[in-house]
């Protein structure tokens, strides 16, 4: 496998690059975080994930080793594949995305244009275990993940409330009372609201 490419720069867009490694030229994939933090100069190292299909090689490249290791993580999901993985590298910097999923945060990482709730879900199911132990992150509180309050809140929705205001209003109750049902959580919401 290829671990690193060193060479010169010969094209740069967003969302690719040309390396030239002693002649030869080398069309890797980046997100936009690894396009943010090129540098000027001519001659890069970028590391690399070769991902090899029946009909393709293709390259992908980051600039810091744990990008990489984030990429392949989320390539670990079922349902998430380089493009997507990709994608959410570009929507959000490596750290917001360790967070979100630390945090269990389906907002965000639903946020990322492509990934459903399915799919956020999934994405925090298969990995918060592994984030949590390899960057060395405390467990979180309870105020993190709350299915209650989500169902509080679509319930809100359906009502015909103002999602951020209703967020704002659950999220109170949801900090008072952590243990609170959804029905508790609608009922204290419809009286702030």
Request: proline share 3%; charged share 15%; with cysteine.
């Given at each position: 496998m290829i671990?690193?490419?060193?060479?010169?720069?010969?094209?740069?867009?967003?969302?690719?690059?040309?390396?030239?490694?002693?002649?030869?030229?080398?069309?890797?994939?980046?997100?936009?975080?690894?396009?943010?933090?090129?540098p000027n100069s001519e001659h890069i190292k970028l590391f690399i994930f070769l991902q090899v299909k029946e009909d393709s090689h293709t390259l992908f490249g980051f600039v810091e080793k744990a990008e990489r290791e984030l990429f392949k993580l989320l390539l670990s999901v079922s349902g998430v594949g380089a493009s997507t993985a990709r994608t959410m590298l570009s929507s959000l910097d490596p750290k917001q995305i360790i967070n979100a999923i630390g945090t269990a945060d389906v907002a965000t990482i639903q946020s990322i244009k492509g990934i459903g709730t399915k799919t956020a879900q999934r994405i925090i199911l298969d990995l918060k275990d592994k984030v949590l132990k390899l960057y060395d992150l405390e467990e979180v509180s309870v105020a993190g993940y709350n299915t209650n309050k989500d169902e509080a809140l679509s319930a809100l929705e359906v009502l015909g409330f103002n999602k951020k205001l209703a967020e704002k209003a659950i999220d109170k109750i949801v900090k008072e009372t952590p243990e609170a049902n959804v029905e508790t959580i609608i009922k204290q919401a419809l009286k702030n609201l």
């Open positions: 671990a690193h490419l060193q060479g010169r720069l010969v094209e740069k867009l967003p969302t690719e690059v040309v390396i030239d490694c002693n002649g030869v030229g080398y069309h890797v994939n980046i997100s936009l975080h690894t396009f943010s933090l090129l």
